[in-house]
Each structure stands twice: as structure tokens, then as C-alpha cells.
């Protein structure tokens, strides 16, 4: 659930091509593909995670076919707007910092507590050294607090600056760090829990709002029927569910 800091953006190009075999027009998934459970790549070397399987089956329902991209972070909304894919899928938070460069289907999360990562029970998260991915909501906040931020390109660089000592702990979503904590022995979740952000949201382009239309339409039916709960209970289990 993370925020850019936004750059001006190009002007949106149209979305992708239709199917010449009527099985509808194909949509360009954009993710990072480094934030597990959220998105990863596999062994096979293929987007897995959440929001793959929630991807894949709101193409179906909007009856798209799904094409997926990676983006690294940092520019994963300016190439969305330029045209190299026509939805970001990211464990992207809604915020109104992002709401005046795209637009965003409705929420298919509840937020997600943000939570503390840590080497020691000990650590200073009130005036220590805090680790956060760079351009995110965690590094806003820890920016706003007594304690030092350092930022980080990505998620991996965060966790290992607590394992070599540059920082007393890293902030992230807690869905994120608690996979690690679980599977590294040198490390722990603190007690402390913040709440930060609005829920995730499809990231669209602005003028694509038919296609916004379709994927609301489409997390509407997942939400009623009790698949969307079903899928936050496989991969996100400490998740608030609708």
C-alpha cells in the first residue's frame, strides 16, 4: 500500500488492442512483482501471488484477456499514464496524491496495518533509524515522526539494511513483513501496529473510464458472492475481510 511522490506524467494513450478472435480486448497488467504475498515472480518465472489470481479472474468477469507486465516502483505511475500498460496492480493504497495524476477502481482491500520489522524485541522505532521503500505511505509517515527515515528502491533493500545494522527497523505492510518474519529466525514483528492508507485500489488512466466501469463492475460481483473474501483468505489471512 504504498504513495509516489508524483513527476508530471505524459498524456494517456488509448488502452490495448482488440482481440482479433472476439475474445475481447486484452488489458496490460502492470505490477511489480516484488511484494509478496501481493505480487511476486515465481519459480517459473511468472506473476503469482493475490493479485494474479484476483487479476486473472477481474479479466474474466469484464471479459478481457489479461496480458502482465513488471514495472519497477518508482515509475510505475508515469508509465501507466504514457501507454506501456493500462492497469496498475501493485498493492497500490488509494490516496488523493494519486488521484490527480489516474484514477482508481474501488477498493478490492481493506487496509492493511503497517507494521515494524525488527532484529531485537528493543528496537527505537520513536527516534531511531527507520527503513522504508522509497515514495511510500510508510515513508511519509516515518517522515512526519522524530524517527530518521532511509529509503530504499525496493522492499528486499529495506529488510536487509535491519539485517546489516544500517537500520533499527523497517516499515512496511505488515502482510509483507510478517511472511519474512515467520522465515528468518534473526528477525521479528514488533507489537506496534500503524494504520496508513485507504484500501488498494486498480490504478487506471483517467480517460479510461470504461474500462474503470468494467473492473468496478467486476470487484462488485467478487464482493458479493464471497470470492474476493475467499482469495484474502488465502494469501492475506490477518486481513480485515468485506
Known amino acids: ?3 509516489l511522490i508524483l513527476a508530471s506524467a505524459a498524456l494517456a494513450m488509448t488502452a490495448g488492442m ?20 501481493y ?21 474474466a468477469r469484464a471479459k478481457l484477456t489479461c496480458e502482465w507486465v513488471t514495472n519497477e516502483w518508482d515509475s510505475i505511475i508515469p508509465n501507466l499514464v504514457s501507454g506501456n500498460y493500462d492497469v496498475i496492480i501493485a498493492g497500490m493504497s488509494v ?8 484514477d482508481f477502481s474501488e477498493a478490492y482491500t481493506l487496509p492493511d496495518p503497517s507494521g515494524y520489522l525488527a532484529a531485537s524485541a528493543d528496537a527505537d522505532i520513536e527516534g531511531g533509524v527507520i527503513a522504508a521503500q522509497a515514495n511510500t505511505i510508510q515513508a511519509s509517515y516515518i517522515a512526519s515522526t ?32 510478517s511472511e519474512l518474519a515467520n522465515a528468518d529466525a534473526d528477525l ?8 496508513i492508507g485507504g484500501g488498494i485500489g486498480l490504478g487506471i488512466r483517467e480517460s479510461d473510464t470504461e474500462l474503470k466501469e468494467k473492473f468496478n463492475v ?16 488465502k494469501w492475506l489471512p490477518d486481513l480485515e475481510q468485506f
Open 1 to 3: 500500500m504504498k504513495t
Open 18 to 37: 482488440a482481440l482479433a478472435d472476439g475474445h475481447g480486448k486484452t488489458v496490460r497488467m502492470g505490477t511489480e512483482g516484488a511484494y509478496p504475498p
Open 39 to 59: 505480487n511476486f515472480i515465481n519459480d517459473a518465472g511468472e506473476v503469482d501471488g493475490f493479485e494474479r489470481e484476483l487479476g486473472d479472474e477481474l479479466c
Open 95 to 102: 490516496t488523493d496524491e494519486r488521484d490527480e495524476v489516474i
Open 146 to 177: 522524530e524517527a530518521t527515515l532511509v529509503e530504499f528502491a525496493t522492499p528486499e533493500e529495506t529488510v536487509a539494511a535491519v539485517k546489516n545494522g544500517e537500520a533499527d527497523a523497517v516499515l512496511a505492510d505488515k502482510a509483507f513483513l
Open 188 to 195: 521479528q514483528m514488533l507489537e506496534q501496529d500503524v494504520l
Open 218 to 233: 467486476a470487484i462488485r460481483s467478487m464482493k458479493d458472492d464471497g470470492s474476493l473474501n475467499v482469495l484474502i483468505g
